[in-house]
């Protein structure tokens, strides 16, 4: 059952529930980038959030990364553990788009092997400012194991996620996580994963298929995240 408003985000509200260790998170039709500089509301986009990011972390369950996700309750909501989010935002890119092209002045579409790992400070004041792991153990309580754990596990997801775009036509540009710390202090994968969060190339034509629609004002947000979602459930139909 569904209690009362414990954190309203830029994209979710978070829910008690009657359970002291579970929360419901529920996906809000706003978009923002810039650190909230742009702004708008798509009717449909939290649907389309909750049901991929749950599409998502099933597959990343059966993968053997421990979660926060239990599961999806509606077309807007989702059950999960409640943790203690460690404010670090770990970023894999598989390949140069965004902030790395205008920081590091790489071009757009430029490849890195081995994938490179970016830690920022989950810091709306300061603009979330790309961190070093000293600058992390300053910031933050995580250890040095624990770091490297986070890192190892952001990883792996991407190993799994890459794999799984691929079957359905999409690249795995780069994308965002978040982790957090449930009652005993382990530490499990939680937020979204979903084209707000990700970058998504499809493979044949090279489009852009994530935020940057929005973003960069190049498409239909909805229709976007509507292919993305059924490209998910015919691929999970078919297994
Ligand atoms: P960036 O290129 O802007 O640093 O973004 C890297 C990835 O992280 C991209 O897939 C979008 C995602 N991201 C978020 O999920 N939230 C954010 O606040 C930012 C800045 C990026």
Redesign the pocket.
């Known amino acids: 059952m569904k209690g009362s408003l414990l954190y309203e985000g830029k994209a979710k509200k978070v829910y008690t529930t009657d359970q002291p260790q579970q929360l419901i998170l529920s996906y809000k039709n706003d978009a923002t980038a810039f ?1 909230g500089k742009k702004k708008d509301a798509f009717e449909g986009k939290g649907r389309l959030n909750n049901l991929i990011t749950s599409k998502v972390f099933e597959y990343l369950h059966q993968h053997d990364i421990n979660s926060h996700f239990i599961q999806s309750l509606n077309d807007t909501e989702q059950l999960v553990h409640q943790t203690t989010i460690v404010p670090l ?1 770990v ?1 894999v ?1 598989n390949v140069a ?4 092209t205008r920081r590091l002045g790489i071009e757009e579409r430029t490849p890195f092997t081995p994938p490179i790992v970016e830690l ?1 400070y989950k810091n709306d004041e300061l603009n ?1 400012p790309i961190l070093n792991d000293a600058h992390a153990y300053h910031l933050t309580d995580v250890t040095e194991s624990e770091l490297m754990q986070i890192k190892g596990m952001a990883l792996e997801v991407n190993e799994q996620l890459k794999a799984l775009f691929k079957d359905v036509g999409l690249q795995l ?4 996580l978040e982790f957090g710390r449930v009652e005993d202090g382990s530490i499990v994968l939680a937020d979204e994963i979903s084209p ?4 998504l190339w499809d493979i044949e034509t090279g489009d852009k298929m ?2 940057d629609v929005f973003r960069e004002n190049i498409g239909n947000l909805i229709e976007t995240y509507e292919n993305i979602l059924q490209r998910l459930e015919a691929y999970t139909c078919a297994k």
């Open positions: 650190n935002e970023v890119r788009a965004g902030s790395i920022f979330d540009v780069d994308f965002k707000d969060t990700c970058r994530d935020k």
